[in-house]
């Protein structure tokens, strides 16, 4: 069955970065464009960007270029987001999700908690 | 402040059938189609409606959506206790060149 996996929660200082990885199993890795979504506490999710696994292109969103980097590792099926310059507003949980370029997301990870805090 | 308005919260007995609304514009939802998701806290979004209508293998008839012009609904007939979750509405837009979601209302089965 189709899994994606993420990393363990993560507390930061301002302007600190975070990485955090999403592993893939139960399908062909290279198939499926992988996405990162955002939810900061009591808001609804953001959109942050999208990888293709195949050939690694990228396409951020607006609110993130500049600061954002997803890359992946075919050997290991598994893609990361790293996020700079981090600052409180960053406190949210992210997911890694499966999907097309439409946005439709057939699988998302557990989530990861990233906490920014002095 | 999302680019999708849902209600915040929603309420319903059980077996009674409950409604969300998702209201949009036309450079998202005017434009493209609309998905669902459902979400309990802790646990990872499950894709509940595709496509405006469309449910996932393994999601129960109970679930339905719809869309007309800028505005889509998801509604849930025979409601469960196991229903309870948080429900996100979301689609492509043209304008962000992205997907937007709702701010998600929150299903209180009473």
């Known amino acids: 069955q189709v899994q994606l996996v993420q990393s363990g929660a993560e507390v930061k200082k301002p302007g600190a970065s975070v990485k955090v990885s999403c592993k893939a199993s139960?399908?062909?890795?290279?198939?499926?464009?992988l996405h990162w979504v955002r939810q900061a506490p009591g808001q609804g999710p953001e959109w942050m960007g999208i990888i293709n696994p195949s050939d690694g292109i990228t396409i951020y969103a607006q609110n993130f270029q500049g600061r954002v980097t997803m890359t992946r590792d075919t050997s290991t099926s598994t893609v990361y987001m790293e996020l700079s310059s981090l600052r409180s507003e960053d406190t949210a949980v992210y997911y890694c999700a499966r999907g097309g370029g439409s946005g439709l997301f057939d699988y998302w990870g557990q989530g990861t908690l990233v906490t920014v805090s002095s | 402040q999302s680019v999708l308005t849902q209600p915040p919260s929603a309420s319903g007995t059980p077996g009674q059938r409950v409604t969300i609304s998702c209201s949009g514009s036309s450079s998202n939802i005017g434009s493209n189609t609309v998905n669902w998701y459902q979400h309990l806290p802790g646990t990872a979004p499950k894709l509940l409606i595709y496509r405006n209508n469309q449910r996932p293998s393994g999601v129960p008839d109970r679930f339905s959506g719809s869309k007309s012009g800028t505005s889509a609904s998801l509604a849930i007939s025979g409601l469960q206790s196991e229903d309870e979750a948080d429900y996100y509405c979301?689609?492509?837009?043209?304008?962000?060149?992205?997907?937007?979601f709702g701010g998600g209302t929150k299903l209180t089965v009473l």
């Open positions: 979301a689609a492509w837009d043209e304008s962000l060149n992205g997907p937007v």
């Open positions: 139960g399908y062909t890795f290279t198939s499926y464009y």
